[in-house]
């Protein structure tokens, strides 16, 4: 598969009570407001919220395994978080190549994740060695 300017990736994954737990286990943020019902009532939310790094890691979850046959690593990402994603929220991440330099492997992409009611809860860029 060829890489073009354009070309686009994409994932999707529901939030579920037991993501969000799990992945407060891995990465060890257990903040109230992602894990505690009574606490995250009283926020400006006015429930719990997905730690945003769940979109991220979605996100690494495209740009890892959805390039076909060909491998990357991460140089760089930029996230700016836009939307809580809330528990039952099905989100998806997409990666468009945007630029690939003429004279390195090295492809840039825009990357946005929407909820299912399409509205953008992250955006950002990210910058990757591709080869294979």
Known sequence: MDIIVGSRFTAT???TDDVIRSFAQLSGDFNP???DEDFASKTRFGKRIAHGMISGALLSAVLGTEFGEKQVVYMSQTMKFI????IDDTITA??????IREDKPVVT????????DDQVVVSG???LLVYG
């Open 125 to 127: 860029e990210a910058v």
């Open 83 to 86: 939307a809580p994603v809330f």
């Open 13 to 15: 994954k529901k939030i």
């Open 109 to 116: 992409v825009e990357t946005v994740v929407t909820n299912q």
């Open 33 to 35: 407001i992602h894990i």
């Open 94 to 99: 997409t990666a468009t190549v945007k630029h």
